[in-house]
């Protein structure tokens, strides 16, 4: 029925990094302090108190939800909780890696746009994948920067 993924992994980085979440969690516990103060009690305009901590944790979302990634031989697919995003490879034109993951750009070369248009596949704690992922990259991609 549904074809065998080559390589599958999840990361979750609220859970994998303990010490980085709990001191997110304190900046987002003072943040919502202040932001209450001056939205709502200095301006008293609760619609930006609201908007901003929309903004925030909405930016936020990935870093606290489980993400699964799956790649195909002819696309690569990544889920959240709430929706899935499916590409094929002849979207990317190259990628690149870091320390904790690798972006798959739509240009021939690294541009600042990437985060927009790219994809982004963080590595698990263990990164057991990187090997086989950066070899299937190279395979379906090519260039690495």
Known sequence: MFPEPKLSWKSWPFAERPLSSALLLLFLAFLTVFLYKLAVLDWQMPIFYF?????????????????????????????YIFFKIRRPWSDFGCFYKDKRGVMLSTFKMPRRLDPFRGQSLRFS????????????????????Y
């Open 125 to 144: 704690k263990t990164q057991t994948e990187v090997p086989e992922l950066l070899e299937i990259l190279h395979s379906k991609i090519g260039k690495q």
């Open 51 to 79: 908007l901003g901590l929309a903004l925030v944790y909405g930016n936020l979302l990935p870093y606290f939800i489980i993400t699964e990634y799956f790649l195909y031989e002819d696309e690569i697919r990544v889920r």
